[in-house]
């Protein structure tokens, strides 16, 4: 199965790295949200034809004409790929920019992202700069706040500060995003492996950042709900 599934990763990203270099001309938020809608058929595809079931719940919690700091778990590289292409609206994920080396990935890779190497710290203070912008020009941004993949038996890792100060510093709502069984489908350190999988997204209400006093009392709540979440939900 895993052999199959990179087949059809493969052909379809061809796909959509010549579509994405077609579109280089588009002005932002247009030239993400075009990725993004395009994103959507995509992983649909790649899911059915994977033998994968995905749904997508709690949508209508994004309200309409507003932007949000959407936070979610990390628990596999599947991860990026379900959940950006299905935030409402055009959005942008701060991501690591060694992804964006590898060849006709990186291409699509760098139209959804905002870049970071978390090894140098210009590139984490022009990076949080960026995420500003982000949402000045219309658009959600996306954060793991576990920083890399959850490869332990809990529900979360310790989070970073970075999403929870960007919230309070623009005054952002939070929406946590909750992803369900990735890492059951394609588990970190496994190797070569995929099994196909029922697999859930579902955003939570947000969270009001104007009752908090500071980012870490933020912090502390988006972490403590989406901990909840996740021991109620995972199977």
């Not at 599947?78 to 950006?84: E, M």
């Not at 699509?108 to 590139?123: A, E, N, P, T």
């Not at 989070?159 to 992803?179: E, N, Q, S, Y």
């Amino acid at each position: 199965m895993a052999l199959w599934a990179v087949i059809i990763f493969t052909s379809t990203i061809l796909l959509v790295a010549l579509f994405v270099f077609l579109t280089g001309w588009m002005k932002e938020p247009r030239k993400t949200e075009s990725f993004r809608r395009l994103s959507v058929i995509w992983i649909r595809t790649f899911y059915f034809l994977t033998g994968c079931r995905f749904r997508v719940k709690g949508t209508s919690n994004f309200e309409k004409g507003k932007v949000y700091v959407v936070t979610a778990n990390h628990n596999s590289f599947l991860d990026v790929t379900s959940l950006t292409p299905f935030i409402p609206g055009p959005n942008k994920t701060i991501a690591k920019i060694e992804m964006s080396r590898i060849p006709i990935f990186g291409l699509v890779y760098k139209r959804g992202s905002i870049l970071v190497d978390r090894k140098d710290k210009d590139s984490r203070k022009q990076s949080f700069i960026k995420m500003i912008q982000v949402l000045q020009s219309g658009m959600h941004v996306c954060i793991y706040p576990e920083g890399t993949r959850n490869k332990t038996n809990l529900p979360l890792k310790e989070f970073h500060d970075g999403a929870f100060r960007l919230a309070m510093d623009t005054g952002k709502d939070v929406i946590p995003a909750i992803l369900l069984n990735t890492k059951k489908a394609l588990p970190p350190g496994k190797g070569f492996y995929f099994r196909p999988m029922k697999m859930e997204l579902h955003f939570l209400p947000p969270i009001r950042v104007q009752q908090f006093e500071n980012f870490e009392s933020l912090k502390v709540e988006v972490k403590k709900q989406m901990w909840d979440y996740i021991s109620q939900n995972q199977k």
